[in-house]
């Protein structure tokens, strides 16, 4: 179905050098950067930042929108949301949600109905 993305990814092997880590990090807003660099943890850092990326990345496929022009907000309930503008006529309705569980982060969004998504504990 058209708009409809579904990615887990598991940082546990991600261990990226300083430069990579720095390139990385660069793609995300100054804001968001701040935010991500907020945990104490390195492995909470990598969630935060992975996150961040997956978030853009999908709105950037689903939606055509270009990565510097994606707008994140979030509810009162701390839901992030695509804020931004775009051409929606192929995703009237999209929505996404992000979801961790230890070191494994999974995106879905789907242009038809409200989602949520949860990993589930072992």
């Not at 058209?2 to 720095?22: D, F, H, I, L, Y």
């Not at 979030?74 to 961790?100: E, L």
Request: with cysteine.
């Amino acid at each position: 179905m058209e708009g409809c993305t579904r990615w887990a990814v598991n940082t546990t092997a991600w261990q990226p050098t300083s430069a990579q880590w720095a390139a990385v990090v660069e793609c995300l807003p100054t804001d968001e950067q701040e935010k991500c660099m907020r945990y104490k943890q390195t492995d909470d850092k990598k969630q935060a930042v992975v996150s961040q990326l997956l978030q853009r990345a999908c709105i950037v496929q689903v939606l055509g929108v270009a990565w510097q022009q994606v707008q994140l907000q979030r509810t009162r309930g701390s839901k992030p949301f695509y804020a931004g503008p775009a051409n929606r006529q192929p995703v009237p309705n999209f929505n996404y949600n992000v979801s961790h569980e230890a070191s494994v982060l999974l995106l879905c969004c789907t242009a038809v109905a409200a989602y949520a998504s949860r990993v589930p504990t072992p």
